[in-house]
């Protein structure tokens, strides 16, 4: 079941469990399997994170789960959410007027008009302006969106409850909400830091080992060496062997124990009997014959069977292996851990109009905090005052700083670089970017790969077959050769070998250790299953607006009529549109301002004038004389008394069929040229659909802009003309989803908006672009956080590294136990170097997976 059908499904809630106690693949198998009978639940297991992620039925309580997992010879908790802060709610904010929301004080903002007013309002056609992302962070449906909101409303809570996006949370119902910041390290982050550092320690295994390794030298050396040896050693080696045998084997002993009073085996199961075979052997032989190790030699020379070194080297293999994974197992979850930690501590806000320093964690929405140069932002916001550049790569994984004013969303840990800001709080608590982050790699890394089903069934069945193979050995090396220490020594080495633990581990510290890194780089992996799915895409659809081009107009070109210069036209267009509030009049004024000279200023404009869906109109100064200035559409020309001639016409829709915004300037009474728009695109496109290419992946283009457009976007990139679907309404991208898996393609769809979630969501493989929206970034499985293409190449390279990684560690695993096995039964495999390789398998499982670390550096 997805995390999408368990949130839609009132009656279901999701719960995490701490678990202690599980040591290798059966364990996490029986832990499933025994939660799985309970009727309505099921279960997800993590071996590295000791967690289990579980959907329960409203009829099964907490308790309940708790004591099937500690029935089962384990130790389980849940882990609570964290307790809600409460704090006054003072009138905070600027002076003057304060609006009791965030959507009532940017309703003025030009962001949150109504698109088409907005189009219209200031003079120049709807049409003209190009779709782009409006979102601003401080409307977003947190009903539809947070996967944490909708767990939050099926535990009982109210929407009024779990829904405290802008302007959601009044004064009576902040005592809900859940207080904190996606830019602080509040108790939510330290249950994810600590979930995956408790268990066995490296710390609580390094006294054995320590003990283990003193204590096995002389053994192995006095045992070994003849020339090392004197009276009656064999009862020194016994007694340095037992503190090994005995305490530094403990945590082996103890789970093999627990588990077989529940009638279970695991891998400790196997080194516990193992090893106490071989001490419990040697100890019969050295009571029987207590004379055998009298003279030094006497027992390699008599063939008598002395195990003691290879219950002391094997254990101290074991231990030395165990403590090694725990490391290891540690820095694979450093990146969740660090990416958790990334927030601001405190916060500086605004009441009654003086400052005032509180914990993050105890923002609420809509106050307003002061965030100086150099400050982190402590949570999701949108300014309210002052004008900045925000360093967001510990976020999106985007290193150029992006410039922000009055308007302008930020997110909890980004960097304010440079002027004082003054940010409204939209977003708190569980609901941040930062938040969300974690969450989805905590999930993620929780979940399960299909292929890591193979390694579960098999370790469900593995331990007890690697019993009768070391009886069935012991057997048949005995009645063929009538050689009892062969025999021991050949059955000892079966039962030290076999190694579940590495098979365990293979798909988890893969993951764990792939969507680590992932995040760090500002990418997102929904869950195991993106991984295959990423393996099998052979065709992605990318939106165009937002994804291939920044879905902002700019200044192409400009055409010169009537004998004025290119230079003059853009300046007095750019003039009379300097008045304006239209993207489109935006883009002219600017590109106009930059081709200035020495930097100088644009001339003033009077009588300005515009019409919806029109145009401008305003009286320009230019090298002294007054010139009456017209710019806008055909339509506003003649509307102004201003005749067009079929050549001019010509010139228009040349420029059109080009795929630009044309645009006509006229200059007292005559027309005096054009300014050609486009959508910009993105500096990386291009390089990163040739890396798509290289990827065996056929990009596709999909826009909602006519055919002429499209085209000159897809040769740009370099995507195929015969590979693009122009003039799409937003309903009809599932449309072109469906009909590209209707023949036979599977196919990755990347968007930003909430127009794409239906297409993200129908996709084999949804990848949500940018910031995006709430919306989009749930229905898709990769969400890249930035909004360069090459960072969606990036993700699918990683996802397919990742992928790659967990396929070689289980190779691995499969490959050692399915000669190790054999080798040991044959008797051509000591005990020692049986235990040697058992730690090192479950080691290099782990190095490998730690190699993904090094990702795109």
């Not at 907490?62 to 004591?67: G, H, N």
């Not at 100086?372 to 967001?392: H, L, M, N, Q, Y």
């Not at 055409?559 to 003059?568: D, K």
């Not at 969606?792 to 790659?804: F, G």
């Amino acid at each position: 079941m997805t995390n999408q059908e368990t949130f839609n499904q009132p009656e279901t809630r999701v719960i995490e469990l701490d678990i202690e106690g599980m040591t290798c693949a059966s364990c996490v198998n029986r832990v499933e399997r025994k939660l799985g009978k309970l009727e309505g639940v099921e279960a997800s297991v993590n071996l590295p994170l000791e967690s289990a992620h579980v959907t329960v039925p409203a009829t099964v309580t907490d308790q309940q789960i708790v004591d099937t997992v500690n029935a089962t010879g384990y130790k389980a908790k849940v882990r609570q959410p964290p307790a809600p802060h409460t704090r006054e709610h003072h009138d905070r904010g600027v002076q003057g007027h304060q609006p009791n929301s965030v959507t009532e004080l940017t309703s003025d903002l030009p962001d949150h008009k109504d698109h088409a007013k907005t189009s219209t309002d200031n003079g120049h056609a709807a049409q003209a302006e190009p779709p782009q992302a409006t979102e601003t962070g401080t409307g977003h449906d947190h009903s539809d969106a947070s996967g944490a909101m909708r767990q939050h409303a099926s535990k009982g809570g109210t929407t009024e409850q779990a829904e405290h996006g802008a302007g959601g949370v009044t004064q009576g119902n902040h005592e809900h909400a859940e207080h904190g910041t996606g830019g602080s390290a509040p108790a939510e982050h330290a249950e994810h830091a600590n979930h995956m550092s408790h268990g066995p320690a490296a710390s609580t295994l390094r006294p054995r080992l320590i003990t283990a390794a003193v204590l096995t030298v002389p053994v192995f050396a006095i045992s070994m060496v003849p020339a090392l040896q004197f009276t009656n050693w064999g009862w020194i080696v016994g007694a340095l062997a037992l503190p090994v045998v005995s305490w530094a084997a403990w945590p082996f002993h103890r789970a093999a124990a627990i588990n077989a009073r529940h009638l279970a085996s695991t891998m400790d199961t196997l080194v516990s009997i193992g090893v106490i075979a071989a001490y419990l052997y040697s100890a019969w032989q050295l009571f029987a014959d207590p004379r055998m190790t009298e003279h030094p030699g006497m027992e390699s020379m008599s063939g008598g069977g002395l195990y003691f070194e290879v219950a002391a080297v094997v254990t101290t293999f074991l231990l030395l292996g165990r403590y090694l994974e725990a490391n290891a197992k540690a820095k694979a979850g450093d990146a969740l851990k660090a990416l958790l930690n990334l927030g601001a501590k405190d916060a500086t806000i605004l009441v009654d109009g003086r400052e005032q320093k509180i914990p993050a964690e105890e923002l609420l929405v809509d106050d307003v905090i002061v965030v100086r140069p150099g400050e982190k932002i402590a949570t999701d916001g949108v300014v309210i005052d002052g004008a900045s550049a925000v360093d967001a790569s510990l976020v999106t994984g985007e290193s150029v700083p992006v410039e922000v004013g009055p308007g302008s969303p930020v997110t909890g840990a980004t960097i304010n670089t440079s002027g004082r800001l003054l940010v409204r709080a939209t977003r708190v608590g569980s609901d941040t970017t930062l938040a969300q982050m974690g969450r989805l790699v905590s999930q993620a890394q929780t979940g399960k790969a299909p292929i890591a089903r193979l390694a579960d069934r098999i370790s469900a069945v593995f331990v007890p077959i690697v019993l009768v193979l070391a009886v069935v050995t012991f057997v048949l090396w005995l009645f063929f050769s009538g050689d009892l220490n062969a025999a021991f020594t050949a059955a000892v080495a079966v039962l030290v070998i076999a190694c579940p633990c590495a098979l365990g581990l293979a798909t988890p510290v893969g993951l764990l250790t792939g969507t680590g890194r992932g995040a760090q780089l500002g990418i997102l992996i929904k869950g195991p299953q993106v991984l295959e799915d990423t393996r099998h895409v052979d065709t992605i659809l990318l939106d165009k607006t937002g994804t291939v081009t920044s879905g902002r107009l700019a200044v192409d070109h400009t055409v010169a009529l009537n004998g004025h210069s290119r230079a003059a036209v853009l300046t007095l267009a750019g003039a009379v549109e300097s008045a304006s509030e239209h993207p489109i009049a935006h883009a002219i004024a600017a590109a106009a301002t930059e081709a200035m000279p020495d930097a100088g200023a644009l001339p003033g404009v009077d009588g300005f004038s515009s019409a919806p869906g029109g145009g401008v109109r305003g009286t320009v100064a230019l090298d002294g004389t007054k010139k009456t200035v017209v710019v806008g559409r055909s339509g506003w020309l003649e509307k102004n008394g201003i005749a067009l001639d079929a050549s001019q016409r010509d010139e228009l829709a040349a420029q059109e069929n080009s795929g630009a915004t044309a645009i006509w300037v006229a200059v007292d009474g005559q027309a005096a040229g054009i300014v050609s728009l486009s959508d910009t695109i993105k500096p990386g496109s291009a390089a990163a659909i040739q890396r798509l290419k290289d990827l065996g992946i056929r990009p596709m283009l999909l826009t909602g802009d006519n055919a002429a457009v499209a085209a000159q976007v897809a040769a740009a990139v370099g995507i195929s003309a015969d590979d693009v679907f122009a003039g799409v309404l937003p309903e009809g991208k599932v449309d072109a989803v469906r009909k590209l898996q209707a023949s036979g393609a599977t196919v990755a769809m990347a968007g930003d908006g909430v127009n794409d979630a239906a297409a993200l969501a129908q996709s084999d493989l949804g990848i949500a672009m940018g910031s995006g929206t709430d919306v989009a970034i749930e229905a898709s499985d990769l969400t890249v956080m930035g909004s360069d293409l090459g960072q969606l190449v990036q993700a699918i390279e990683l996802s397919r590294k990742t992928l790659s990684t967990i396929k070689t560690n289980l190779f691995w695993a499969f490959f050692y136990n399915a000669i190790g096995i054999p080798v040991a039964a044959i008797g051509l495999l000591n005990p020692m170097i049986a235990g040697a390789a058992m730690a090192a398998s479950s080691v290099l499982v782990v190095a490998n997976s730690l190699r993904l670390r090094s990702f795109g550096k």
